[in-house]
């Protein structure tokens, strides 16, 4: 009774709360028509410029400084800026929403800066400083973005955040802490960090060029950035070394501009960059080519270790980035999107939690914000801005992650109020959407994207750029600007050159005109089906009848065999290895990952050796391999006849959890003093040192007779953590190709 006494004063008390918002609405529509003007309408909110309606729910901007919320399960139903902002670039419209917003987005990001000089620790992370930083952060407060990017470095290389199976190389995104660092150097000019990120970048990269880099598919190896959960972006049967074998569209798409920025900082230092431009440059086309999806006109997340498949779910990040950074043709048009904002991916994942499955990510939405203004496509802005928006206001806060459903941040994982990176994200939509800043090494451009229903004035003051200080006004609204002035002289091309110094007054004004036949993908709220399960018995493949599925196609060595509504395919016959996988197909045509393939085989075509016979002394019925071994492994496999050949490793690592942790272990493999490809050995359990799998796979072509291997530690081996990258393996696996 007691508990039904509370929740209804709760409810009352919420209703009082409408109740006055809706008056102080009245009032202020009375005072000032101009706030009843709809900027924005759907089927589940309105946004107009003084407040945001859902439903039963009610957020207001009283003024800049402060936004009333009604809704529900807050920490507080009003937010008042409380710190001093002064140092910082001020933002000011004839929306109150937005400047109320732009204020409450910074203050969240001041109140994590520590003594004006770096973020507190939970708010350092590889990941979050290389986006946050490069959203805006870099322009905001180089100083502590600085200093902390720095407290990511290890032996002059980024750290890698903790992840999937140990960490790097399976989780390798941490190279976009380069488009942090590059846009601090765009932003200061400052020669001692572009000399000093310089070297970590390249060390990086040369890293990642040794053990992910497939130099025949032109592709790195390695989990998608940020979406670093296993099941939560992946089928359920990868283990972390199935997902290290995948390709990932954002880890392509970070990695090519991190390559980029390391050829234009070699350029401006002088130093040799040939290598990396052919590098980014077969990258780039494999990009373009390889993450294509049949009928489809957005990327695939990921494409699978064999063959050709790829997903059939989309990656809102990183194609959004690939639209930022110029890589793909495609536009933001045709990602899907939901009716509160983009979602990280399209289909969701059936029977998983909200985490980054059934979530959108203020982050991602930004990125999006931020690519259809390179894309010139107002309506994708205004209804991008307006999902931004929405968020913020009626949560009084910069959530992480809130509900594709409801747009509710209830029952998400790891809810967190004032998040950095979402706050970030969302300065990003006033400096890189509004204000259109792209800065390069040259110069600051501008590029503004407006749309009609944020038409007057948008001003921004005290712009820190290298030793000038910028007051900017944007007039009227567009996707073109009109006319161009620098201190009141006109001028062809609306940029600031580096080397200007003072205060400065720069006015743009925009063509008023609305562009016709732009598009956006808005989908339902869709679930791909389950993914199925495949065997093998008495000559006949055998699945799980998924709900759901209208029909299954069977692939054979990648290439799709047939298309059935059975759930078994008779008189399976294989004279040489062959590998099987099915997918689910429903009724609109969404698609299920792919089955855990089944390789079949006859037993003559494998042979396993035991690891430790090769030693001279054999201590137990393993080898272990240490970081602190004085001498390589040496191994030799005395193959029957010549032939090609797929190696692997029986091993163990129980250094840590298998989703976390940073102890993946991994050695070099020679083959006759030739470098063939780094094995990786990803956490198994923590304490699990009896719990075996395989490593990732090698295809090696073998002379008939002795043929010659070494396992050895190179310095490129070393993990995140520093000192444990140990490994048992206990059997090397011999499969013959052909």
Known sequence: MLIQNEAMQKYQLNQYIHFILILLATVNMLGCKSDNNLIFKSDQFYIYPNRVEQGEFLAIAKNKKEINSSYPYLQNNKWKLKRSLFHYPAYQSNHDILNAIYNLSL?????????????????????????????????????????????????????????????????????????????????????????????????????????????????????????????????????????????????????????????????????????YNHISEALKKSIKSKFKIEGKKYLSQFHYSNYNLVSQHSDALGESLANIWNISENTVENIPIHQFGVACFHPQIPNIANYHNNSIWPFIQATWNWAAAENQNTKAVLWGLASSIRSTALFLTNKRSFSIENGDFQ???????????????????????????????????????????????????????????????????????????????????????????????????????????????????????????????????QWNKIKNATHYKVYQNGELLLETKDNHMVEVNFSQPVEFCVQAVDSLNQHSFLSEPVLLYESKYEKFLEAEVFQSKPKAAYVVLKKT???????????????????????????????????????????????????????????????????????????KGYNFFKISFEEFNNNMNGERNDVRIDKIRLLRIE
Not at 221 to 245: C, H, V
Request: glycine share 6%.
């Open 629 to 703: 071994d004085k001498e390589p492994y040496y191994f030799q496999v005395k193959a029957p006849r010549k032939g090609s050949y797929k190696l692997s490793f029986l091993y163990t690592n129980g250094n840590g959890d298998i989703k976390t942790g940073d102890k993946c272990a991994s050695r070099s493999l020679w083959q006759n003093s030739g470098y063939i490809g780094s094995i990786v050995f990803p956490q198994r359990g923590k304490g699990k040192w009896n719990d075996y799998g395989y490593s990732n796979s090698f295809y090696v072509d073998l002379k």
């Open 411 to 541: 029952h998400t994982e790891n809810d967190s109020y004032s998040n950095l990176l979402s706050a970030s994200a969302n300065i990003s939509n006033f400096l890189h959407v509004l204000m259109g800043i792209n800065l390069t090494t040259e110069e600051l451009e501008f590029k503004p994207v407006i749309p009609r229903e944020f038409k007057g004035k948008q001003v921004l003051s005290n712009l820190k750029y290298n030793k000038a200080i910028l007051h900017i006004e944007i007039l009227g609204f567009g996707n073109k600007i009109s006319s161009f002035t620098f201190d009141g002289t006109p001028y062809k091309r609306a940029v600031v050159p580096k080397n200007i110094e003072g205060h400065h007054k720069i006015v743009i004004k925009m063509n008023n005109e609305i562009p016709v036949d732009e598009k956006i993908n808005v989908v339902e709220h869709l679930y791909s089906p389950e993914t199925p399960s495949l065997s093998y018995t008495n000559n006949q493949l």
């Open 107 to 275: 203050e969240e990001i001041d109140r994590k800066i520590l003594n004006d000089s770096i973020f507190s620790k939970e708010n350092i992370s590889s990941t979050t400083l290389g986006y946050s930083g490069m959203l805006s952060l870099a322009m905001l407060h180089p100083k502590a973005c600085q200093n902390s990017l720095m407290q990511r470095v290890k032996n002059d290389r980024i750290i890698q955040d903790s992840g999937t199976g140990g960490s790097w190389p399976i989780s390798s995104d941490r190279l976009i802490w380069a488009t942090a660092a590059w846009d601090i150097y765009k932003v200061t000019g400052d020669t001692d960090w572009l000399r000093r990120t310089y070297f970590i970048i390249k060390n990086s990269i040369d890293d990642d060029i040794n053990l992910i880099w497939n130099y025949h598919s032109h592709l790195f190896k390695g989990e998608a950035s940020f979406l670093n959960r296993q099941e939560q972006s992946y089928p359920k049967w990868m283990s972390p070394t199935d997902i290290y074998e995948t390709y990932s569209l954002s880890n392509q798409v970070v990695h090519y501009k991190a390559l980029l920025i390391l050829i234009e900082m070699g350029n401006l230092l002088s130093k040799d960059t040939q290598k």
